[in-house]
């Protein structure tokens, strides 16, 4: 290729960008634009971070006011209940229970009652009733015993306290009453397994599918209000792997115990021989977080621990424990609160005196919980417990699992109850939950916080007791926390986020809730750091990444501050990237184990444009702006609503804003712009807002107001007037433009189809696709693409492109008003056709003008041209079917040319939520076999005869029988996080709700349907993992993405074409050379190849792949990351002692007393 061949490029390349520029501008009416945004008097403001953040932390705190008010109304409505109700009350009592709801059975004693339900938009638009709450029995809670009854008897009284709370604050979520009996009251009612639809349809009961409840006493909102923080040592015995079915009941039994464990918590797992060694060999010598990837990680070590030949010495193994967890509580590591050990054991031999002396005497600091599988009672287990404060079980058979190791919450429960005064309110992780409650996202998971609280019961006994009655709570959606941060007023590409004590996120932008319409196992734990990707090269890390953690820390001690520094920010399914510097602040919210970020752009993010239109100033009625169908606004925006959002329903958010712009022209109108105020304490209580109370965001409106004054005709153009401004401009082209639109900084998208898209329907609709416009990635790129080149458009096709047939490339540009500093007022684009695109460039580079070399063009066999966008993927290519996909996988070998000479930089981006396939094992590839289908036969015939099973006393053998078929037919699936299957969790029966159909205390009613991927239950891990996808896994990706450096292309002011080849190309060594041009007035380059030296080439891919890493959770970094622990911890009452109840023996106490002076007679032969 000559030189002069290279002038040419530039020559091509600079008409190509003119042309687009030229007609874009025409097109979409910038000029126009920018002059009425001009004559309107816009301003432009510098943003105060840090009054930004105290003005939405104090908006946010108010809201969690309401919630922690009403929850702790309930924890003193609770007490009273239940000190007024009577010792001895109806043993059968009358309840809504919500499994039978309105599924009406007739006995002689005659009807049952019937209960009314509504669909309730704000309920997940399930049907309940408002007024009434109903009871859910998990398997194996029957409301015939006698505490479950005084429960559910006295827990009744609740419901006055749960309909004053949801009026009060139309906002509240779900209320409930978790017993540690073992039901759950929750307000509103609601029948369980849910049926969607319309009351009419509840007709019929067979439309129900059957869905155990689970048992909600292992999950975190319960267990984390019922115990301060806990290290815990779990001592497994090899000898219960003797026999298969220890091995199950063991293996189950620690699961559960895991279940219990939430990020506060601190453990380790030990199987003990003659020594006692970690499941997990990269937990040596630590107690590690109880975050999900530790426990998972723990759980599958679980399962597979076999059997060894060998003496087990207990003494060992409880030394340690003891060691591990006194190294703790010294070094002020781990929870600094409860410590306890699980002793998991076959043995009826209890450990030496001596052992527990030397470490836990005199004042037993370290409880002991001994579990005895199967076998004989042992007195000497009992005694251990007992003198050390814990808890003796013996478990037999699986259903009594939960049962047995729930004794140990409510053990440790124990000085909170003694002491009387204290209610710690506690925060869940994140978690998804009901349904969103946004426009268009109502089939989607919501991401949900519970706030709960502690019932103890004050009631005298003439026995020393210390019971934890339950837990009461309130379901927080995030999109509520969210509406108090409005995405407005941190403009576009800034956003907010919340991160708690333990450094996680409650939400952020880059927090990918959902697989498939599922959680993600790692939902509970994504950490800031894996967020926000701070920005160096090199194997260390930079000091961004140092003020990164620095960040982090200052944010979980909740101090208030800000800072700066660059990030990694990817779009579009992580195929895009860009870097930016962030401007960060930061303020806790008082009362809350919560810190709020907000993160601006530097730069533009900096600045705002002010500009209203006064409404009640308005010459015209404003919502003459507002004609015809191709408008939208944001649909998660909160512009106006009205405070009970259940009573009024708008279709659409444009319905609604029409709505409250017509109120704004009625006498009295008042714009309310400040949200209800909480009560200073939950004493007072909050007033009843008026039925039509509502809110309106003043600034937000008249700013929407005053934008679509400016953009007032924009989508009402003459067709025939733009095809002859076209056709005036015949170097402009034809480029067969569908659509253009405008999207502003107050979330108003406007459009006009230039042309009825017969040939393209896109799906979903343009405007359905891109309501939400500042979210998406062609109106945040074309603002950042202002400060690279302001007179320029950013171009796309989808990365699919080659599989249609004409598809269409996106254009925008955003137009940034001020004079000095500016800031984003609106972003402008169009849509055309790709072929028309195409065509055009390949008129201009087949152009001949006399020189010499004419034959060598895009349209001749020698040159291969590309256009590729700032990312490397290809805009117009000779072959169609290059369109849309990234240039690497074309021509990598060019590719890495362009990297090495700076045109493009290289960026290597980390995705810490990643999901991969299991990795290859047996369990993954092994075919099934012969006796794989016996099983599976076998399996099925036991179901068939697991009715005749209930009949007779052999249920805990044909349990074991299946457990074991269950566990091999499962030995080929992959389980994400806590997805393993329990060993005995598919044998339980159904429950009660097949056994009595027809009982007269019983008022029988029957609910709504959630979608499986949506639990409307508080959840826990394993309610919301157990529909996550199998054959997956989480993990960690990484992949390289690509940045047009454009200033290389630019040097001195002179954008010249870049010239480069590759050498010893063939056998003949040919070179092969090519150019690079940076093309005016967009994101492109032309990239022209010569194609006469054959290269070989390699490919490149931007598909992410598994980080070359250890697997499971031995490198995670967290352990190494900054906590904060809560401020509360009780621990410890002195009369904790006198407490007799700690296992199932019947004469325990006299041995505890035996116990306890034989350690005196040792102590004194020691001394």
């Known amino acids: ?433 009901g349904k969103s409650s946004r426009y268009g996202r109502e089939n989607r998971g919501q991401l949900m916080t519970s706030v709960t609280a502690p019932i103890l019961d004050r009631r005298n006994y003439t026995v020393k007791t210390a019971n934890l009655l339950g837990i009461v709570g309130t379901d927080v959606p995030i999109e509520e926390i969210q509406k108090l941060v409005p995405p407005y007023k941190l403009g576009v590409n800034g956003y907010s986020f919340i991160v708690d004590n333990n450094g996680r996120i409650l939400y952020h932008p880059d927090l990918r809730l959902l697989y498939d319409e599922t959680l993600k196992p790692s939902y509970i734990s994504v950490d800031l750091s894996e967020v926000e990707l701070a920005e160096y090269d090199g194997p260390s890390a930079s000091p961004n990444n140092s003020l990164l953690l620095d960040l982090r820390r200052d944010m979980i001690d909740q101090k208030e501050g800000e800072t700066d520094f660059t990030i990694k920010i990817h779009y579009d399914d992580m195929k895009r990237v860009t870097i930016r510097r962030h401007n960060y602040f930061y303020k806790p919210i008082e009362g809350t184990p919560f810190s709020l970020g907000l993160a601006l752009p530097e730069g533009y993010g900096m600045f705002e444009l002010r500009a209203e239109q006064e409404i009640k100033l308005a010459i015209v009625n404003v919502t003459e702006y507002f004609k015809g169908s191709n408008w939208k606004v944001h649909p998660d925006w909160v512009y106006c609503e009205y405070n009970s959002a259940s009573d009024k329903f708008f279709s659409s958010p444009e319905e ?122 062609w109106y945040k790129r074309a603002v950042d ?51 028309s695109l195409a ?38 290519s000779e072959r169609h079917e290059h369109t849309g996909k990234f240039f690497g996988e074309i021509d990598g070998t060019i590719m890495d040319s362009l990297v090495q000479d700076r045109i493009y930089r290289k960026v290597t981006v980390i995705d810490y939520q990643g999901t991969c396939s299991p990795q290859e094992s047996h369990q993954s590839s092994a075919p099934r076999t012969l006796s794989d289908s016996i099983i599976m036969t076998a399996v099925a015939f036991g179901n068939f005869l697991w009715t005749l099973t209930l009949s007779f006393n052999i249920q805990d053998l044909w349990q074991t029988t299946l457990a074991f078929a269950n566990d091999i037919m499962n030995d080929d699936l992959v389980f994400t996080d806590d997805e393993e299957t329990h060993e005995f969790e598919s044998l339980t029966p159904a429950d009660s709700a097949d056994e009595v159909t027809s009982d007269e205390n019983n008022v029988y009613v029957r609910f709504p349907v959630i979608a499986p991927a949506t639990p409307v239950s508080p959840p826990t891990t394993r309610a919301t993992s157990a529909h996550y996808p199998r054959k997956l896994r989480a993990c960690e990706k990484k992949t390289d993405l690509y940045i047009l450096q454009p200033e290389r292309l630019n040097t001195s002011g002179q954008s010249n074409p870049l010239k480069g080849k590759l050498t010893n190309c063939h056998i003949t060594g040919c070179e092969r050379p090519f150019s690079v041009q940076k093309i005016r007035h967009t994101n492109l380059i032309l990239l022209v190849v010569d194609t006469l030296c054959p290269c070989g080439s390699k490919q490149l891919s931007i598909e992410p792949i598994e980080a070359l890493t250890e697997p499971g959770a031995c490198t995670a970094r967290r352990e190494r990351l900054y906590r904060r622990r809560p401020p509360k911890c009780i621990n410890y009452h002195p009369e904790e002692m006198e407490i007799k109840f700690c296992g199932s023996a019947s004469r325990l106490f006299n041995y505890s007393l035996n116990f306890m002076f034989l350690l005196f007679v040792i102590t004194v032969r020691l001394a």
């Open 785 to 835: 693409q202002h400060s690279i080149e302001p007179e320029s458009f950013v171009f796309s096709v989808s990365f699919n492109a080659a599989d249609t047939t004409d598809p269409l490339v996106t254009a925008t540009h955003a137009i940034f008003i001020g004079k000095g500093h500016k800031a984003p007022a609106v972003v402008v684009g169009l849509q055309f056709q790709h072929s």
């Open 1 to 433: 290729m000559y030189l002069y061949n290279y002038c040419r490029v530039k020559n091509w390349a600079l008409k190509f960008g003119v042309d687009l520029w030229e007609f874009g501008k025409q097109v979409t009416k910038m000029s126009e634009i920018q002059r009425k945004y001009h004559e309107v008097e816009a301003n432009v403001i510098k943003r105060d971070g840090l009054v930004l953040v105290r003005e939405m932390a104090m908006e946010v705190k108010n809201m969690i006011d309401f919630k922690m008010n009403a929850v702790m109304r309930l924890v003193e409505s609770a007490e009273q209940a239940a000190v007024s109700a009577p010792r001895e009350g109806n043993m059968s009592p009358k309840y809504y229970a919500s499994h039978r709801l309105n599924n009406f059975v007739s006995d002689e004693k005659g009807p049952t009652q019937e209960m009314f339900l509504a669909t309730n938009r704000h309920f997940d638009n399930l049907a309940v009733n408002v007024s009434l709450s109903a009871v859910l029995l998990p398997n194996g809670i029957k409301d015939n015993e006698r505490d479950v009854a005084l429960g559910i008897q006295w827990s009744e009284y609740l419901d006055l306290l749960f309909v004053n709370n949801y009026e009060s604050d139309p906002t509240l979520s779900w209320q409930y009453y978790g017993a540690t009996t073992g039901f759950l009251r929750r307000f509103p009612a609601i029948s369980w397994p849910p049926i969607e639809g319309t009351p009419g349809a509840f007709r019929s009961s067979h439309h129900r599918t059957v869905r155990d409840v689970y048992d909600f006493r292992m999950s975190n909102w319960f267990v984390g209000a019922a115990n301060s923080p806990k290290d815990l040592a779990i001592l497994i015995d090899s000898a219960t792997y003797t026999s298969d079915r220890n091995r199950r009941l063991t293996i189950t039994t620690t699961k559960v115990v895991l279940d219990t464990l939430g990020p506060d918590d601190y453990i380790n797992v030990y199987r003990y021989g003659e020594n006692a060694e970690e499941i997990v060999q990269c937990f040596k010598d630590s107690l590690v977080q109880a975050s999900p990837e530790n426990i998972h990680e723990m759980k599958v070590a679980l399962s597979s621990l076999k059997h060894e030949d060998t003496v087990t010495n207990i003494s060992a193994a409880l030394s340690t424990a003891f060691e591990i967890l006194h190294k703790y509580n010294r070094s002020s590591q781990g929870s600094q609160c409860n410590q306890a050990i699980m002793l998991i054991t076959s043995d009826t031999d209890g450990p030496p005196a001596e052992v527990i002396k030397r470490y836990n005497w005199p004042h037993m600091p370290v409880r002991i919980f001994t579990y005895l599988i199967g076998g004989d009672k042992s007195l000497d287990l009992q005694n251990t417990a007992c003198t050390t404060k814990g808890f003796y079980a013996r478990i037999t058979n699986a259903d009594e699992i939960h049962n047995k190791v729930f004794e140990y919450v409510k053990v440790l429960a124990r000085p909170m109850v003694l002491y009387q005064h204290d209610h710690p309110l506690h925060w869940s992780p994140a978690y998804v939950g």
């Open 839 to 876: 065509t055009h460039f390949v008129n201009i580079t087949s152009t001949c003008t006399g020189m010499t070399g004419c034959k060598k063009n895009c349209a001749s066999e020698e040159l291969d041209c590309y256009i590729l966008d700032n990312n490397g993927f290809i805009i117009i």
């Open 656 to 777: 609604r804003i029409l709505h409250f712009l017509a109120r704004t022209r009625r006498p009295g109108w008042k714009w309310m712009s400040l949200r209800p105020r909480s009560p200073s304490s939950h004493h007072k209580q909050a007033s009843k807002p008026d039925k039509d109370s509502y809110y309106c965001d003043k600034k937000l409106v008249q700013s929407l107001v005053l934008d679509a004054l400016v953009t007032d005709g924009f989508d009402k153009r003459e067709a025939q007037r733009m095809h002859k401004e076209e056709n005036e401009n015949q170097g402009k082209g034809r480029f067969g433009v569908t659509r253009s639109f405008i999207a502003t900084r107050s979330g108003l998208l406007r459009w006009h189809e230039h042309q009825q898209n017969d040939g393209n329907t896109e799906e979903p609709r343009f405007a359905e696709k891109h309501a939400r416009a500042m979210d998406s990635s």
